[in-house]
C-alpha cells in the first residue's frame, strides 16, 4: 500500500527555524484547510458498504439484546415478582 | 455478507472470542435486570411503567442512557459502567497532573498495571457514594417524583447497608466483565458494555417516538441512517503520512528500503472524548438529584438543575460542545506521542520524504496531528449536538434526548468492532464483510 507523495510533502508547512511564532487564528484555519486536502476519504462504494455493515451489525445486537432483555425480564418477575 | 459471519464462526478461535463476548453481554444484561436484594419488584415495575409513559419520561432519559435502563430498576448492576468511565477519565487527567503518576505510566507495562489498580479502587469509592445516593433516593421515594408506592420492602439499616454493598460490588463485576472483554474477546470492554447499554434503551426510545408520531419517526430513521453514513465518512477519513525506510545490510541480508504511510485519522481520537464528556456532564445530573431533596436549594442548585440538566438549553450544548473538543485534543495527545513515532522510525531508518529524521520529524508530526485535529473535534461536537438542535427546533427534543452521543456511540464501536473481526479473518485468509 505504498503510495508515492513526494509531490505532496514538497509544500511542507512554513515552519519558522529556530524561534516560534504563534499562528494566528487565519493561518491556522488555511493550514487546516490544507492538510484536509491531502486526508484520503473513503470512496462511494467503500462508505456505502461500511454504512450497511455497520447498520446490520447494530440491528443484530438490537435484535440480540432486547430479545435478552425481554426473556430476562419476564424470568426475573417470575423468580421476584407477585410477592 | 453473511457467508462471511458464518465464516467467522467456522474459524475456532475467532469464534470463542465471539461466543465469549456474547457471553458476558448476557450476563451484563442479567444483572441489569436482577433486583437487589430489599426492592419491591412489583412496586418498582409500576413506577418505571408510569415514569417512561408518561410526560415525565424525558428526565429519565440521560439517566437510561447511562446504566442501560437498570438504574431505575434498582438492579444488581444499577450503576452500570459509568464508575468505571468516571474513574478513568479522572485517572488520565490525573496523570497530567501528578508528577508521581507521570512517572508511573512513564514506568511502562508494570507503571500501567499500578495505574490500572487506582482505577479500580476509584471506581469501587465513586460506586460507594453513587449507591449510596440512589438507595437514599429510592428509599426517601424521589426516585421515581410521581410515584408514591414503597420502593423497598423494609427500611431498617440492615436492608439500606445490604443494598449499598450489593449494588457497589455488582459495579465491580461490571468493571472485572470489561476487563475479561478486552483481555479474551473482541474489542474494548468498556466500549463494548456501553455500547450494550445505549443498544438496550434504543429500541424503547424508538418506540417513544413512534408512538408520539409516525412522521417524526421516519424522519428521525431517515436522519439516522445519514448520520451514520456522516460518522463512517469522517472515521474511515485518512492522512496518510509517507515514510520511506532506508536500505541496510545486516550480515548478509538486505533489510528495509521500503516505503509505508503513518495513517493519522481526521478523528483520531475515535468517540472516547464523547463518552467521557457526557459522563461528565451527567454529575450535575446526580448532585443534584442528591441536593434537590433538600427544602431551600440553593441558587448554584438550581441553576445547575435547570440548565445543565436537561439537553435543550444553550448552557448545555455550549458545555457539552467545548467538553467535547478538549476531552478530542486531549486524547489524542495521550494515545499518539509524535517523539516516540519520530524517534522508533530514527531507530528503524525511516524518514519522511523532505523531513529530516529525530526533532524535525516529531515537530512535523504534531503539526499535522494538531491541524488534523481541530476539524476532528469540530465534528465530533457537531454529530452530537445535531439530533438535539434539530429536534429543538421541531420542538420535538424531548422524545429523543441523546441522539447524536448514542449514534457516535453505536457507529463507532461498530466500526472497531467489525474491523477487528475482518482483522483477525483476513489473518486465515478469508475474504471478510468488508472486500
Known amino acids: 500500500m505504498a503510495i508515492d507523495t513526494r509531490g505532496e510533502t514538497a509544500d511542507k508547512p512554513g515552519r519558522p527555524s529556530g524561534e516560534k511564532k504563534r499562528t494566528s487564528p487565519a493561518l491556522f484555519y488555511r493550514q487546516v484547510v490544507a492538510e484536509l486536502r491531502k486526508v484520503i476519504w473513503p470512496t462511494r462504494k467503500n462508505l456505502i458498504n461500511y454504512t450497511i455493515v455497520v447498520l446490520v451489525f447494530v440491528l443484530i445486537m438490537v435484535a440480540i439484546v432486547s430479545g435478552l432483555d425481554a426473556l430476562l425480564t419476564e424470568g426475573v418477575l417470575a423468580v421476584f415478582g407477585g410477592s | ?435
Open chain 2, 1 to 435: 455478507m453473511l457467508t462471511a459471519i458464518t465464516r467467522a464462526f467456522r474459524t475456532p478461535d475467532l469464534r470463542n472470542k465471539l461466543l465469549f463476548t456474547l457471553g458476558i453481554i448476557a450476563l451484563f444484561r442479567l444483572g441489569s435486570v436482577l433486583p437487589t436484594p430489599g426492592v419491591h419488584t412489583d412496586n418498582v415495575r409500576r413506577c418505571l411503567a408510569e415514569a417512561t409513559q408518561g410526560e415525565a419520561g424525558n428526565i429519565y432519559g440521560m439517566v437510561q442512557l447511562f446504566s442501560g435502563g437498570a438504574l431505575l430498576k434498582l438492579s444488581v448492576f444499577a450503576l452500570g459502567i459509568m464508575p468505571y468511565i468516571t474513574a478513568s477519565i479522572i485517572l488520565q487527567l490525573l496523570t497530567v497532573v501528578i508528577p508521581r503518576l507521570e512517572a508511573l505510566k512513564k514506568e511502562g507495562q508494570s507503571g500501567t498495571a499500578k495505574i490500572t489498580q487506582y482505577t479500580r479502587y476509584l471506581t469501587i469509592g465513586l460506586a460507594v457514594l453513587q449507591s449510596t445516593a440512589f438507595v437514599a433516593l429510592a428509599r426517601t421515594g424521589q426516585l421515581f417524583q410521581n410515584c408514591r408506592e414503597p420502593l423497598l420492602i423494609n427500611q431498617d439499616p440492615i436492608t439500606i447497608i445490604t443494598m449499598v454493598i450489593v449494588m457497589t460490588a455488582g459495579t465491580s463485576v461490571v468493571m472485572w466483565l470489561g476487563e475479561l472483554i478486552t483481555d479474551r474477546g473482541i474489542g474494548n470492554g468498556m466500549s463494548i458494555l456501553i455500547f450494550t447499554q445505549v443498544v438496550a434503551v434504543f429500541p424503547a426510545e424508538l418506540m417513544n417516538i413512534f408512538r408520539a408520531s409516525a412522521w417524526t419517526f421516519t424522519a428521525v430513521m431517515v436522519v439516522g441512517v445519514f448520520m451514520i453514513a456522516a460518522v463512517v465518512f469522517v472515521e474511515q477519513a485518512q492522512r496518510r503520512i509517507p515514510v520511506q525506510y532506508a536500505k541496510r545490510m545486516v550480515g548478509r541480508r538486505m533489510y528495509g528500503g521500503t516505503s509505508t504511510y503513518i495513517p493519522l485519522k481526521v478523528n483520531q481520537a475515535g468517540i472516547i472524548p464523547v463518552i467521557f464528556a457526557s459522563s461528565l456532564l451527567y454529575l450535575p445530573q446526580l448532585v443534584t438529584t442528591l441536593f434537590a431533596s433538600s427544602e431551600n436549594p440553593n441558587a448554584v442548585v438550581q441553576w445547575i438543575s435547570q440548565n445543565l440538566v436537561t439537553g435543550d438549553t444553550p448552557a448545555y450544548m455550549i458545555t457539552f460542545f467545548l467538553l467535547i473538543v478538549f476531552f478530542t485534543y486531549f486524547y489524542v495527545s495521550i494515545t499518539f506521542n509524535p517523539v516516540e513515532v519520530a524517534d522508533n522510525m530514527k531507530k528503524y531508518g525511516g524518514f519522511i520524504p523532505g523531513i529530516r529524521p529525530g526533532r524535525p520529524t516529531a515537530e512535523y508530526l504534531n503539526y499535522v496531528l494538531t491541524r488534523l485535529t481541530a476539524p476532528g473535534a469540530l465534528y465530533l461536537g457537531l454529530i452530537s449536538m445535531v439530533p438535539i438542535v434539530a429536534l429543538a427546533v421541531a420542538g420535538a427534543s424531548q422524545n429523543f434526548p441523546f441522539g447524536g452521543t448514542s449514534i457516535l456511540i453505536m457507529v463507532g464501536v461498530g466500526l472497531d468492532t467489525v474491523k477487528q473481526i475482518e482483522s483477525q479473518l483476513q489473518q486465515r485468509n478469508y475474504e471478510g464483510f468488508l472486500k
